[in-house]
Structures are given as C-alpha cells and as structure tokens.
C-alpha cells in the first residue's frame, strides 16, 4: 500500500509518501520524527485530536471550548460529537478541568480548553 | 509626567506580549481592551494548532489566550475592560488618549504608544458579491463567533467563498455541527490557506476545494436562497457561460484580512501600501516617533506565535522610548515578495539581531533570498518552496548598517 498526504502536525505542512511492504512501513518527505509518526498512524489507524464546545446551563456563556486530551480514531469523530451533544455543563470550570474522563473508552479524557466563570 | 510609561491599545495576543514585556521592564503599563474579557478573537479560536513554537504544545486558540491572560493577570498589570479609544492626540511629544468607558469618558496621557489593534476581514461588499442583500451571508468569523461564542449553528446548507485559513477552519467546524458544507470556492488559482488545513479541515471530510471559481451573485429576499458560481480567468474575471447555481442558506465568506489602523491613521502614521499596515522599523516603531506597532496590525500573521513575538519586542521597544531620535536607513523588498516587514532599520538602535518577516507574491520552487547592503550580499536563505499563505522568518545581522545605506531583500531562483 502507498499513500502521500500532507503532514497536519505542524504549520511546515510537509508532503508526505508512505508505503508498505512486508509489513514495514517507510515514510519519505517528512522533515521530523514527528511527520514518520503521522505518517505511520495515517496508513495503519488514522487519528485525530477533536476540538469542539460542550453546551452549559449559563446563558452567558451558552457553551464551553473542550478538545480530547489526545487523538481519537478519525472515524469516531461523527459519533462523538453526537455524544458530546448530550453533554451540558452546569459549575465552573477552569482551563484544563476534565468534562468527561476515559471520553467514550478511548483512554483520553475530554478536557476543558478555556475558564468557565460562572 | 504622563499617567503611564506604555499605553497598549487591544488586548489580543500581540497586546498581551506587548503589555508584559513593557512591564518586566518595571515600566508603567495601562492595557486597553474593548471587549468584555481579554485574549482578542483568540477566545473564538476553539481548534488546535496554536502555540507550537512558542509552547512546544500544540494548543487551541483560547488556552494559548487563558496561558497570556494569566501571566498578564499574575503580573498586576493594569487593565481597563469594555473600553474603547475613540481619539488618540500627542502633544508636547506625550500621548493623550480618550477612553469611552461605562463610567464615562476619561482622558490618559502615555510616553509611548503601542497599537495592538488587530485586523479586520474584508466583506462582501469589498469583493463585489452583487445580487440582493438576504440575511445568510456571513465572514467566517462571524459564523465563527455564532457557533464557538454564542453556541448557535446559523447555517444548514452552506458554500464557502475563499480558502483562507479561518474559512477552512469552519468548514469543519459547521460540518462537526451538522451543517453540509457544499464546497470552498476560491478565484485566485491556488489555495489561500496552510496546505495542512486543506488537509484536516477539507479532505478529512470530502468536502471539495474549486480554485479559480467564484461568487458571481447571491440570490434570496429575507434568506439565502441560492448562490451563482462562476468559474475565473487568470485575471480572476468570471468566464462567460461558465455560471451555475447553487442550492444553500449561508454563504461563507473568508476572502482576506486587512489590518486595523483606523487609530493609527488618526495619528498620520505612514501605511505600507503591500503589508497593508504601518511601516515600521526593527523595533516596531511607526514613522510616528513613540507609536509602536505589532500583531496582525501591522500585518496578517499566519500563526499567532510571531503575533507574540512582534508584541513583546514592540512592547520592550516601547518601554525604551527615550525619544531620542532615530536615524533610518529603508530596507527595500524587490518585487518577487508580496511585503516584507519591516521597511526601515533604525541605525542608532541594535540590529544584530533584525528578525525579517516575508511573504513571496508567487508559488515559487527551490528559491533563494537574500539580503544586501549597497549591493553586497550580507545574508543568504534557500527555500524548497516558498508559497504566499506561508509567511517565512529570517533573523539576519544588519550591524553594519547606517543611515542612507541601500539595504534590500532579494529573491531569486536558486
């Protein structure tokens, strides 16, 4: 299997070529660890860091910035937003706190991505 | 003496850099801002991607503000929220400043000055979108500051004029929230955007990218109905018989930044006609002696890692401000570059250090730039591939420099 893409870890937006043989994956184009690492996760288990809001009770502050704690699986971000809209958040929250831990059995937690003063 | 030693205007990230350099300088330092909280459009920056260079962390736009906010907030910096300047004067060489406050109008005297205004998004009228003036027709920041701020999804079937960064952002972001993204449109013939949120916010959700395409005109009375797609020649003119018309409720605007000098102007600070911000020395002084400038005022930065970086030499800059004055020599970018920043080196400050921020006006592959001083060559960079949407930093030694020396930016193939 071959594939190239373009490398989402940092702004150098380097392309990248992987491709599998026997079990071995070599990346090409990739000007960090980083970028192999991505490379090897896109051809075998592509995932993704989720950043979205959680609904809250306050009316000032209708929602809360939250993002996974690490990458999830690609193909499980539809779902978890359907999730995360059954969330709501109703204390104050600081920047880092955990809204949901173990985020649907992932073993990352759901964390808050800003203050919630309340 | 004036009230403060620094008075930094908008306290975004180029301002909070700014107002705690000026104060680890033990400087008296007032932060203006004219929102309700600190932190600028960052609070509405809910992805990832921020703060890599400056963190080593790859952060979402409001935990890169909270990590300034608090340091600003740590430091006892004096801060007035829901402010907003509407007249800034100097006279006798000290800044008088009209603050519009809840508890009525106030006037504020600065030795030196810091605008740390931001920058604006071109509209629909600036792009000459013709046709009716239905409700649906939104910035990206707008929809942006719907969702992420106010919680509410204003779209359901939605085209996206533009592939700038913050258009691309939403893209995603609508889709995430249930919208259907039908397409990102963009006239010119390459994208606008960093390659890799073509690839995390498009590809990742097959949502298709038509460069050489635009709006041609909206349709819809109270709402949106539909929107006319016409395809671009190379001088971005629609192509006659190309139109087509597309079924949706919101039409996504992300067609470029200007920065914000509204304040500037009022103060005859010069313009630079390509960095569409104030010309500036290594320093971030403006033509206007005690003026600074930094952040996305001065020009659109694609990462907010040198907004802060611009901010906190503006705001050390600024808390050195002796008045004393400066002796320029131009720094003079050739045509092959879109801007560069600065455009003066002040000779009697230190430039061993001149940090350069650029952009070439083309996609260019394996290129060179280079720097002279009276025609010898002083400094060197090669480049695989230089690309408009990308901006590049050099940091070169201009020590040698002095007033009326021919200093210029130079690029070509490699």
Same mark, same amino acid.
């Given at each position: 299997?071959?594939?190239?893409?373009?490398?989402?870890?940092?702004?150098?937006?380097?392309?990248?070529?992987?491709? /599998?043989?026997?079990?071995?994956?070599? %990346?090409?184009?990739?000007?960090?660890?980083?970028?192999?690492?991505?490379?090897?996760?896109?051809?075998?288990?592509?995932?993704?860091?989720?950043?979205?809001? %959680?609904?809250?009770?306050?009316?000032?502050?209708?929602?809360?910035?939250?993002?996974?704690?690490?990458?999830?699986?690609?193909?499980?971000?539809?779902?978890?937003?359907?999730?995360?809209?059954?969330?709501? &958040?109703?204390?104050? &929250?600081?920047?880092?706190?955990?809204?949901?831990?173990?985020?649907?059995?992932?073993?990352? $937690?759901?964390?808050?991505?800003?203050?919630?003063?309340? | 003496?004036? $009230?403060?030693?620094?008075?930094?205007?908008?306290?975004? +990230?180029?301002?909070?850099?700014?107002?705690?350099?000026? $104060?680890?300088?033990?400087?008296?330092?007032?932060?203006?801002?004219?929102?309700?909280?600190?932190?600028?459009?960052?609070?509405?920056?809910?992805?990832?991607?921020?703060?890599?260079?400056?963190?080593?962390?790859?952060? #979402?736009?409001?935990?890169?503000?909270?990590?300034?906010?608090?340091? &600003?907030?740590?430091?006892?910096?004096?801060?007035?929220?829901?402010?907003?300047?509407?007249?800034?004067?100097?006279?006798?060489? %000290?800044?008088?400043?009209?603050?519009?406050?809840?508890?009525?109008?106030?006037?504020?005297?600065?030795?030196?000055?810091?605008?740390?205004?931001?920058?604006?998004?071109?509209?629909?009228?600036?792009?000459?979108?013709?046709?009716? !003036?239905?409700?649906?027709?939104?910035?990206?920041?707008?929809?942006?500051?719907?969702?992420?701020?106010?919680?509410?999804?204003?779209?359901?079937?939605? %085209?996206?004029?533009?592939?700038?960064?913050?258009?691309?952002?939403?893209?995603?972001?609508?889709?995430?929230?249930?919208?259907?993204?039908?397409?990102?449109? /963009?006239?010119?013939?390459?994208?606008?955007?960093?390659?890799?949120?073509?690839?995390?916010?498009?590809?990742?959700?097959?949502?298709?990218?038509?460069?050489?395409?635009?709006?041609?005109?909206?349709?819809?009375?109270?709402?949106?109905?539909?929107?006319?797609?016409?395809?671009?020649?190379?001088?971005?003119?629609?192509?006659?018989?190309?139109?087509?018309?597309?079924?949706?409720?919101?039409?996504?605007? #992300?067609?470029?930044?200007?920065?914000?000098?509204?304040?500037?102007?009022?103060?005859?600070?010069?313009?630079? +006609?390509?960095?569409?911000?104030?010309?500036?020395?290594?320093?971030?002084?403006?033509?206007?002696?005690?003026?600074? &400038?930094?952040?996305?005022?001065?020009?659109?930065?694609?990462?907010?890692?040198?907004?802060?970086?611009?901010?906190?030499?503006?705001?050390?800059?600024?808390?050195?401000?002796?008045?004393?004055?400066?002796?320029?020599?131009?720094?003079?970018?050739?045509?092959?570059?879109?801007?560069?920043? +600065?455009?003066?080196?002040?000779?009697?400050?230190?430039?061993?250090?001149?940090?350069?921020?650029?952009?070439? !006006?083309?996609?260019?592959?394996?290129?060179?730039?280079?720097?002279?001083?009276?025609?010898?060559?002083?400094?060197?960079?090669?480049?695989?591939?230089?690309?408009?949407?990308?901006?590049?930093?050099?940091?070169?030694?201009?020590?040698?420099?002095?007033?009326?020396?021919?200093?210029?930016?130079?690029?070509?193939?490699?």
């Amino acid at each position: 299997m071959e594939k190239t893409f373009v490398c989402i870890v940092c702004p150098n937006g380097c392309t990248l070529h992987a491709a /599998e043989e026997n079990g071995v994956i070599s %990346v090409t184009g990739n000007r960090c660890p980083k970028g192999e690492e991505y490379a090897k996760a896109e051809l075998t288990n592509p995932v993704r860091t989720l950043t979205t809001s %959680v609904a809250t009770v306050f009316p000032d502050r209708p929602v809360l910035p939250v993002r996974t704690s690490g990458a999830i699986p690609k193909d499980a971000i539809m779902p978890a937003m359907r999730v995360i809209a059954g969330l709501r &958040v109703n204390h104050a &929250v600081a920047c880092g706190d955990v809204i949901a831990e173990n985020f649907m059995g992932f073993g990352v $937690d759901l964390v808050a991505t800003d203050d919630l003063r309340v | 003496m004036a $009230d403060y030693d620094v008075t930094v205007i908008g306290a975004g +990230p180029a301002g909070l850099a700014a107002a705690l350099a000026a $104060d680890e300088k033990g400087k008296r330092v007032l932060l203006v801002e004219r929102a309700a909280r600190m932190g600028g459009i960052l609070n509405q920056c809910i992805h990832d991607g921020f703060g890599l260079l400056r963190f080593g962390e790859r952060l #979402s736009g409001c935990e890169y503000a909270s990590r300034y906010v608090r340091m &600003v907030e740590a430091a006892g910096i004096e801060t007035t929220l829901l402010t907003f300047v509407t007249r800034v004067e100097k006279k006798d060489g %000290v800044f008088h400043i009209t603050l519009v406050t809840k508890d009525g109008v106030r006037t504020v005297t600065s030795t030196a000055l810091v605008l740390s205004t931001g920058c604006r998004e071109r509209t629909a009228k600036q792009v000459g979108i013709h046709g009716t !003036r239905p409700a649906g027709v939104y910035t990206a920041g707008t929809a942006q500051y719907y969702i992420n701020i106010l919680g509410e999804q204003p779209a359901k079937r939605v %085209v996206i004029l533009g592939s700038g960064d913050i258009g691309l952002i939403m893209a995603r972001r609508l889709t995430l929230e249930g919208a259907e993204v039908l397409g990102v449109f /963009e006239a010119k013939s390459t994208p606008s955007g960093l390659t890799r949120n073509i690839a995390q916010c498009l590809d990742d959700f097959g949502i298709p990218l038509h460069v050489s395409h635009t709006v041609t005109r909206v349709f819809g009375d109270a709402r949106l109905e539909a929107v006319e797609i016409s395809e671009v020649d190379e001088k971005m003119q629609p192509i006659p018989g190309t139109a087509q018309k597309i079924d949706c409720d919101t039409l996504i605007l #992300s067609v470029g930044l200007i920065p914000e000098n509204e304040l500037a102007e009022t103060l005859g600070v010069t313009l630079d +006609p390509r960095a569409k911000g104030p010309v500036c020395d290594q320093n971030y002084e403006t033509l206007v002696d005690g003026v600074f &400038v930094c952040g996305n005022a001065l020009h659109v930065n694609d990462l907010v890692d040198y907004v802060s970086e611009s901010g906190a030499s503006a705001g050390a800059a600024a808390a050195d401000y002796s008045g004393k004055a400066r002796e320029l020599a131009e720094l003079t970018a050739d045509g092959g570059f879109l801007y560069a920043v +600065p455009e003066r080196l002040d000779t009697a400050g230190d430039l061993s250090k001149t940090v350069v921020f650029f952009r070439s !006006r083309e996609v260019r592959e394996k290129s060179q730039v280079s720097v002279s001083v009276n025609g010898e060559t002083v400094f060197t960079k090669k480049y695989q591939r230089l690309k408009p949407p990308e901006m590049e930093r050099i940091e070169v030694d201009l020590s040698r420099v002095k007033p009326g020396d021919r200093v210029t930016l130079e690029l070509r193939e490699a």
